[in-house]
């Protein structure tokens, strides 16, 4: 194998958009150093000891890494013989910078309906669509009448209606307000569906959960007011209908949501919301943490070894210092140190990666960063950097959706769970946020 093959096969290895499906050998448990975070023991316990179904919210930060942990669960749950219909609701259903309720309704009639079709009869769902179809035939672009379909093709129309929602802006908002009136009567026939299919689940199993992923990178919507947002009327407004379906369900929120003035609304209507913090590489006094830097020489060492086996994380870089500072620079953000790495790589002719390459890596992220700040609040920055604490503004929660802000966890001695938060490592490196520090010193 030639250096460009090799350098091909680490680079891909290094994918910061594919969540690691379970079992995946290259996955490493960080449960230790993310605050004693275990997803099969916060969600699937809930759902394996309750007698009734449950509705679950899951937060944390774009990239940290739940969509692999949310694989995980639907591993085993279905372990315990639990049917789950998992889907990432930004691949095909719903646009992310303009969704509403509605959108995610129809998402989950869609995956639902396409992963039971054999389960069950179609027919309430049909039925439902069918005394609708005069009004949604135009918005499903077709002009045939509901009956001169056949089955296949009329179960389509839910995808159909789900593409144009998300594919088309011009008939978006005429889709909801049709769908939107008859809400109560979809989730009834969605339910109707769901009740008959729990009778005929495959695999002998007994009991079905619903998986929706990635609406937490719903953007938020402010009305004129700016008081309220998309993110209110979906998981506050609707959060009957979003707990109404009779099965199972986990959405993932926007982390922003859950430390909103709205956080204590969420756990009222909800079960308090499980939230999956960074893998913590300094502790809050700024000193290195040992244990989660080599959590991530860990990860990068799994995934070098798995592309490249007799390549070592020694004859990757050029130093070992280097390794330890893409640690420490992430902030113990996954999909940064994803992304530092394939740069890393994309700019290195060969190996070992140099600090020339890693040093240019860190700088174009940066940029990245510096860009999503705005001028007044490089100063709110820089009183997180001092306190080590977010105060509850909706100001500092944008920049925490943004991962300007960055959450962690750990266990003191005495097994109480702290929550702190830190600026991004990359932006301490930017000179308009060191000026904004040095007049709070």
Known sequence: MNDFQILKRIFNAFDPFRPLPPGDPTYVDCEEVRGDCDILIELGRS?????????????????????????????????????????????????????????????????????????????????????RWDSLKELALTNVTFESLNLETQMLQFAKLTANLRAVPSTRQK????????????????????????????????????IADNLDRIVPIYEPNGKRSNHDEIFIDRCEQLSKLNCHTIYTVPISMVYSDRGTVLEDRYSKAQVLPMIMVRQPTG????????????????????????????????????????????????????LLMKTSLQRSPRLPIAKK?????????????????????????????????????????????????????????????????????????????????????
């Open 357 to 441: 390459a890693v040093r240019r890596a860190i700088t174009e992220l940066r940029e990245t960063y510096r860009t999503a700040v705005n001028e007044p609040e490089w100063m709110m920055l820089a009183q997180v950097a001092k306190t080590k604490q977010m105060p509850n503004q909706d100001e500092y929660r944008k920049l925490l959706f943004n991962r300007c802000i960055l959450e962690y966890r750990y266990l003191d001695e005495g097994g109480e769970i702290k929550v702190w938060h830190d600026v991004h490592p990359l932006i301490y490196g930017i000179e308009r946020f060191q000026s904004a520090l040095n007049q709070l010193l």
């Open 47 to 131: 759902i394996l000891l309750s007698d009734r179904v449950t509705c679950n919210l899951y937060a944390g930060h774009r990239g940290a890494g739940k969509s692999t942990e949310l694989l995980r669960l639907k591993a085993d749950l279905e372990e315990q013989k639990y049917y789950v219909v998992y889907f990432a609701a930004d691949d095909e259903d719903i646009d992310p910078e303009d969704a509403q309720y509605t959108d995610i309704l129809l998402a989950c009639t869609r995956r639902l309906l396409e992963a039971l079709k054999d389960n069950a009869k179609p027919d309430p769902l049909l039925n439902w669509l069918k005394y």
């Open 175 to 210: 889709i909801r307000e049709q769908v939107d009136a008859n809400t109560v009567s979809l989730i009834e026939a969605l339910n109707e569906f769901i009740t008959d299919a729990k009778h005929n689940l495959p695999w002998g199993c007994s009991e079905l959960v619903v």
């Open 287 to 338: 000193e290195p943490y040992t244990k989660g830097i080599d959590k991530l020489k860990e990860l990068i060492d799994k995934r070098i070894r798995h592309s490249v086996p007799d390549l070592t994380l020694e004859q990757v870089f050029e130093d070992t210092n280097t390794v330890e500072q893409l640690c420490l620079i992430s902030g113990g953000h996954v999909r940064n140190l994803m």
